[in-house]
């Protein structure tokens, strides 16, 4: 037991190589409900916590073994504040061919820097998709959107996104996801 739990501390200490993560804190992850986000700087750990949003957590988990994150830009940047992303068209009005997901708000976790919400329009009932990274704590949206993840390490790799201009954030030319995977599934 000792040797397995050993080869999967290495192998997951392999996959976090660019991040600011301890083999100890790579343990300490569940792989099933952690997601490695590559950007062009590097790895980026995002914890999911399906404690607070079931739903949003298992559509998350389904794109991404489906690649569907694969190549997507973050199409709304605003310094200060978040990173859009999640967005096929790259538009900000698209999103998987999966139906909406009723809103999961909660009270028990705070929009803080690292936070992983759900972007969804006026309705509070039409995450799909689309999802944002928060540069900064937000506690407006608390409440008011859901949260499924928190990034864990790399967040200076999400503070490297290429901004958008405007007060809407719009990003021309954006970055995007090389590849998004649960750590179980990831590959070194």
Same mark, same amino acid.
């Given at each position: 037991?000792?040797?397995? !739990?050993?080869?999967?501390?290495?192998?997951?200490? =392999?996959?976090?190589?660019? !991040?600011?993560? &301890? =083999?100890?804190?790579?343990?300490? $992850?569940?792989?099933?409900?952690?997601l490695?986000? !590559? $950007?062009?700087?590097g790895n980026v750990v995002i914890k999911l916590l399906p404690d607070l949003a079931p739903q949003h957590v298992a559509r998350v988990k389904q794109l991404a073994h489906e690649g569907f994150y694969d190549g997507t830009p973050f199409h709304r940047v605003i +310094?200060?504040?978040?990173?859009? %992303? #999640?967005?096929?068209?790259?538009? #900000?009005?698209?999103? &998987? @061919?999966? +139906?909406?997901?009723?809103?999961?708000?909660?009270? @028990? *976790?705070? /929009? $803080?820097? %690292?936070?992983? %919400?759900?972007?969804?329009?006026?309705?509070?009932? &039409? *995450?799909? &998709?689309? /999802?944002?990274i928060m540069f900064a704590p937000a506690p407006h949206l608390d409440g008011q959107y859901t949260i499924w993840g928190q990034v864990v390490s790399g967040m200076e790799y999400v503070d490297k996104i290429k901004p958008g201009s405007g007060s809407n954030g719009l990003v021309q030319n954006p970055d995007r996801i090389i590849k998004m995977r649960l750590m179980s599934e990831a590959k070194s």
């Open positions: 037991m000792r040797r397995r !739990t050993f080869v999967a501390t290495t192998a997951f200490a =392999t996959l976090l190589a660019g !991040t600011h993560m &301890s =083999t100890t804190e790579a343990a300490e $992850l569940d792989p099933n409900n952690t490695i986000m !590559t $950007l062009k700087d +310094p200060g504040f978040m990173a859009q %992303g #999640g967005d096929p068209t790259g538009t #900000g009005t698209g999103g &998987s @061919k999966l +139906p909406d997901l009723p809103a999961e708000f909660t009270t @028990k *976790a705070h /929009f $803080l820097r %690292g936070t992983v %919400g759900a972007a969804r329009t006026q309705n509070p009932n &039409s *995450a799909n &998709s689309q /999802f944002y």
